[in-house]
């Protein structure tokens, strides 16, 4: 089978780079398996309870850089308990403990002790990368240890994270002769922090690239800094609160000039709205503006910066914008590939809020639009159709209408026409997310044409089985489904037990599957973990009654059976 | 496809919640809408009703008219009551980290007498009366400045020279001089901002002097 020596396919593997395709290389025959595995050096593990740590490391012993993700995504809106699980620490042990080199860290919905950052600071001399989103169990002590320890330190990126604040001096901790740092967001960050220390530490990083600050850090600061990086590609501002005519706003104005590189801008996490100005030179250059967690940008001075984002590919941006000023984006944004637009007001009756009118608008002015999150207030069938013939190449739709179970408010209908066309041109659709007055229609239009589609995430929604076994049939490429409120029950859970271990996960909740259904499952497939989670009534939920309905079930391919690491309202059945 | 293998089936007009499009009525909150349905679907899913403890009513009415420049005006807010919240676990689905965002604010709408838009300030930005007198001529800066007259800075028109005093709606619907009380207590306290011409300010004044005495 082999006509080249190892070295030789080792050598055309490096050119091989993306986890699906070294995963096919390693299925080929032994000897792929064997180079494959040996010179493998970014391994992601989209669920860290699919496979032991241990096992990890003996396979892929030259790896460098290692993905997690623990809880489901769900656990985002406050559906998964805390202490579900995710742990890294058993991670961290077992890549020090095997010596493996280990460079980059990346974690998504983990749990992560000081103990851990304590740990992986000590272990890896190498360690250059650091990146955290939606994690929490650690404090700034955590990030004090990575601060001191990791000398080699090119990135720590917290991305929305729920840290605690000791108001230690993390910052501070970074040695004098670190000056490794190209990338820094502590965005997240609720406290203080040194403003010294942060300057210091940006003056003796020349290749620092990306910088997101937290509201601790006011204009002034932003602006000493930004004379001291001006090869700055990616900004995030902290507080932003001055007034116009006041010399620290005339300073930051000139030192923005000398800002060519920034591409990427985000904070505002505190604003003044009419200071902004200072930034429409940066506007100019911008690939990327995040302005989701600004509310105090609204109305007219949003629309006067967003006309300077000539560039833009990436919006994120709140719904007070309204359907004019997306008017103005798909005006101005020819360029857009990826818009989301959050609600400002989640829960009170938004005077502020998108409608329809401002995705058709965006959809005809944004032909590059592929990926898509809109939270609104309504939507129509006939807007939907209209999307969906003006972009055909969404990659990823996720619609919210704020009232999950709203109707076509036009002709009262449900939506199943509009979604179903849009998964009908839609042709390289690989993420939805469906909201309004739906039935088990849609779910036949998913199953016949949603052919790509990966992960499906659906709420309120459908009036039997048939709808859930529709897109279980039918979708040859579903990985992730998670579903809340909806009608689905054991015959569509058990129909085809077998599906299951070709996806990652199934996330069911206050749905009508029964406990009995669940032990059904568990017991036809071992390779798959079937998790009840039961926080509430401890009491009344007895684990022999068959017939009671479970409130959240969690399934998971694994090829490690039951975790260890379960709290005692999580039941591995 | 039966409707009846324990499903939980949606009395169409319990408790007056159903999901067709709102209209827009003067009623209260928890009045019940009329019987309309929305073909087959209501019976046979758990509703979304069924999982809050509160009665939505969505106002699907759209922003109103703007002026000229592409400003939207807020609809003076009518005598309805306020909405009641939606509380359903995980919705919207927005992580915790966006909903505490708008916690923070606290917004209020300021007019300026004669200009044909509304702007919001967050008076939880600023520290100080100076703060805001100087924030306010920012926002209106096309027909504002601050000028000082006998140490007291007041907001002026520069073309005309008419000056224009900041007043405010407390909590108790009353119109007072914005200065009065300590800043804390202003900021607790005031529901909107009006830059009211002088000469119609008078009435105002006046007004205070009387209960001064």
């Known amino acids: 089978m082999n006509y080249f020596p190892d070295e030789v396919i080792e050598h055309v593997f490096d050119y091989v780079t993306t986890h699906k395709d070294r995963n096919a290389l390693s299925l ?10 040996l010179s493998r050096l970014r391994v992601f593990i989209g669920n860290c309870y699919a496979i032991s740590p241990e096992r990890t490391v003996e396979r892929f012993p030259g790896l460098r850089s290692l993905t997690l993700k623990g809880k489901p995504h769900f656990a985002d809106f406050n559906l998964v308990p805390h202490e579900w699980g995710g742990f890294v620490f058993p991670w961290i042990e077992a890549l020090a403990r095997s010596r493996v080199a280990l460079e980059e860290l990346r974690l998504k919905r983990m749990v992560v002790s000081d103990e851990s950052l304590e740990l992986l600071s000590r272990s890896f001399a190498n360690f250059k990368s650091l990146v955290l989103v939606s994690c929490e169990g650690f404090t700034t002590d955590g990030l004090a240890a990575i601060a001191a320890n990791c000398r080699h330190l090119r990135e720590l990126d917290l991305q929305e994270n729920e840290i605690e604040d000791n108001r230690g001096q993390w910052l501070s901790c970074f040695a004098d002769n670190c000056t490794s740092l190209v990338s820094l967001n502590f965005a997240c960050l609720k406290g203080e922090i040194n403003l010294a220390a942060l300057e210091r530490l940006v003056a003796r990083s020349p290749d620092l690239r990306v910088l997101r600050v937290n509201r601790a850090v006011p204009l002034d600061a932003l602006q000493k800094i930004l ?12 507080s932003y609160v001055t007034d116009s005519r006041s010399d620290a706003y005339n300073k930051l104005k000139s030192t923005l000039l000398k800002c060519q590189s920034i591409r990427s801008l985000s904070g505002f996490l505190e604003v003044v709205p009419w200071c902004l100005p200072a930034f429409y030179p940066v506007c100019s250059n911008l690939t990327s503006l995040n302005l989701s967690y600004a509310p105090g940008i609204y109305g007219f001075e949003l629309i006067k910066l967003i006309r300077h984002c000539v560039k833009l590919q990436r919006l994120w941006i709140l719904d007070c914008i309204g359907d004019k000023g997306l008017s103005v984006v798909a005006s101005t944004c020819k360029e857009l590939q990826e818009l989301r637009v959050f609600p400002s007001d989640p829960y009170g009756l938004g005077h502020a809020a998108v409608t329809e009118e401002g995705l058709v608008a965006i959809s005809v002015g944004c032909p590059k639009l592929h990926s898509l999150l809109y939270f609104c207030q309504q939507m129509t069938n006939a807007a939907l159709i209209t999307v969906a013939k003006n972009c055909p190449n969404f990659i990823r739709f996720r619609l919210c209408i704020l009232d999950p179970t709203k109707p076509d408010p036009v002709t009262s209908q449900p939506l199943d026409e509009g979604f179903g066309a849009i998964v009908q041109a839609c042709k390289s659709l690989r993420r939805l997310s469906l909201t309004g007055l739906l039935t088990d229609q849609v779910f036949l239009y998913i199953g016949m044409y949603a052919e790509q589609l990966e992960m499906l995430s659906v709420a309120f929604a459908g009036d039997s089985d048939k709808g ?12 992730k489904l998670e579903i809340r409120d909806c009608p689905f029950g054991d015959v569509a859970l058990l129909t085809d037990v077998g599906k299951y271990e070709t996806m990652r996960s199934l996330w069911m909740s206050s749905c009508e599957v029964t406990l009995g259904a669940c032990k059904t499952v568990a017991r036809k497939m071992p390779s798959l973990n079937v998790e009840i989670i039961n926080e509430h009534d401890q009491t009344e939920f007895c684990l022999d009654d068959d017939e009671q309905k479970v409130e959240k079930m969690y399934l998971y391919r694994t090829t490690v059976g039951p975790r260890t690491d379960a709290p005692e309202f999580v039941w591995t059945l | 496809m039966s409707k ?6 949606l009395e169409s007009n319990a408790a007056g919640l159903n999901f067709e499009e709102t209209k827009l009525t003067l009623g209260l909150p928890g009045k019940t809408r009329g019987p309309t349905e929305i073909g087959a679907k209501s019976g046979t899913k758990r509703g979304y009703s069924d999982t809050i403890d509160l009665n939505v009513e969505s106002s699907s009415q759209k922003q109103s008219e703007s002026d000229d420049n592409g400003v939207v005006i807020d609809e003076a807010s009518a005598s309805k009551p306020p909405p009641a919240k939606a509380q359903v676990v995980g919705w919207p689905p927005v992580r915790a980290s966006r909903k505490n965002v708008m916690k923070s604010c606290k917004f209020i709408k300021v007019g300026l007498d004669g200009a044909p838009y509304l702007r919001k300030v967050d008076l939880e930005m600023y520290n100080s009366y100076n703060q805001l007198l100087t924030a306010l001529q920012d926002m209106f800066s096309s027909c504002l400045t601050i000028r000082n007259y006998l140490n007291e800075r007041k907001l002026m028109d520069p073309v005309n020279g008419m000056e224009y005093l900041p ?18 207590m202003f900021v607790e306290s005031c529901k909107r901002l009006r830059l009211m011409k002088r000469s119609e300010a008078i009435g105002l004044s006046i007004s205070k002097e009387i209960s001064k005495m």
């Open chain 1, 28 to 37: 080929v025959c032994k000897s792929w398996y064997r180079i494959e595995r």
């Open chain 2, 4 to 9: 009846e293998n324990g499903k939980h089936s």
């Open chain 2, 167 to 184: 007043t405010y709606e407390d909590k108790d619907g009353d119109w007072m001089l914005v200065g009065d009380v300590p800043w804390t």
């Open chain 1, 227 to 238: 004379m001291k990086a001006p090869q700055l590609v990616d900004l995030g501002t902290g």
């Open chain 1, 468 to 479: 859930m076994l529709y897109v279980l049939r039918g979708c040859k490429k579903l990985r």
